[in-house]
């Protein structure tokens, strides 16, 4: 189960920058897609971290706050740059 210690880690972050600077390239952008237990699939360009749950900005600029029991998965890739601007981890 997903909660804030999670997003709000350290280890988090590390790891995702670490993903990222092992595999991506100048030709390259971060696709972050997180899964509700609904189905739903959010194509994710920034993540909040609250008490209560996840505020999501989509690629669509669409803000959506999925509480942390919701989340069923959190999906890191790394895709060729199309002119989509990719995920970028906040400030910390």
Same mark, same amino acid.
């Given at each position: 189960?997903?909660?804030?210690? %999670? %997003? ?10 670490? %993903? ?15 899964? #509700? ?27 959506? %706050? ?5 989340? #069923? ?20």
């Amino acid at each position: 189960m997903f909660d804030r210690q %999670f %997003f709000a880690h350290p280890g988090f972050g590390e790891r995702l920058r670490e %993903f990222v600077l092992e595999r991506s390239d100048e030709h390259s952008v971060v696709s972050l897609i997180v899964g #509700a237990s609904s189905g739903e699939r959010f194509d994710v360009r920034e993540i909040r971290s609250t008490d209560d749950g996840t505020t999501l900005i989509t690629r669509d600029d669409h803000m959506v %706050f999925l509480p942390y029991h919701h989340i #069923a998965y959190v999906d890191v890739s790394i895709v060729p740059d199309r002119g989509t601007v990719g995920f970028q981890l906040g400030p910390e």
